[in-house]
């Protein structure tokens, strides 16, 4: 059974920083790339990071850049994926989730409620 679970968020004040978590299991997803998305209130979903399937590379959305680190570990039936946030804006309060980087996704997880506000 494919499974996908996200944790990390939280309330932070802008200028904090957040390390979300997600573990994905269920199929070879330690052959694939992974991502993290994120869906803003009353926003498409839209991808933050993404890694590739042995961590060697790695690549951000533009306003993301200098914020945030995305990486994984591969063991041998999951996958971890982080994102580490810093200096974080009021405009990166979404609900993030992660998910692999293929022709279709995998089913998604619940996400991860990131809001920062003051």
């Known amino acids: 059974q494919v499974q996908i679970v996200e944790s990390g968020g939280g309330l932070v004040q802008p200028g904090g920083s957040l390390r979300l978590s997600c573990v994905a299991s269920g199929m070879a997803f330690s052959s694939l790339a992974m991502a993290w998305f994120r869906q803003g209130p009353g926003k498409e979903r839209e991808v933050v990071a993404w890694?590739?399937?042995?961590?060697?590379?790695?690549?951000?959305r533009d306003i993301m850049k200098g914020r945030v680190t995305i990486s994984r570990d591969n063991a041998k039936d999951t996958v971890s994926v982080y994102l580490e946030m810093n200096n974080l804006k009021p405009e990166d309060t979404a609900v993030y989730y992660c998910?692999?980087?293929?022709?279709?996704?995998?089913?998604w997880g619940q996400g991860t409620q990131v809001t920062v506000s003051s």
């Open positions: 998910n692999r980087v293929a022709t279709t996704f995998a089913p």
């Open positions: 890694v590739s399937h042995n961590g060697a590379s790695t690549n951000y």
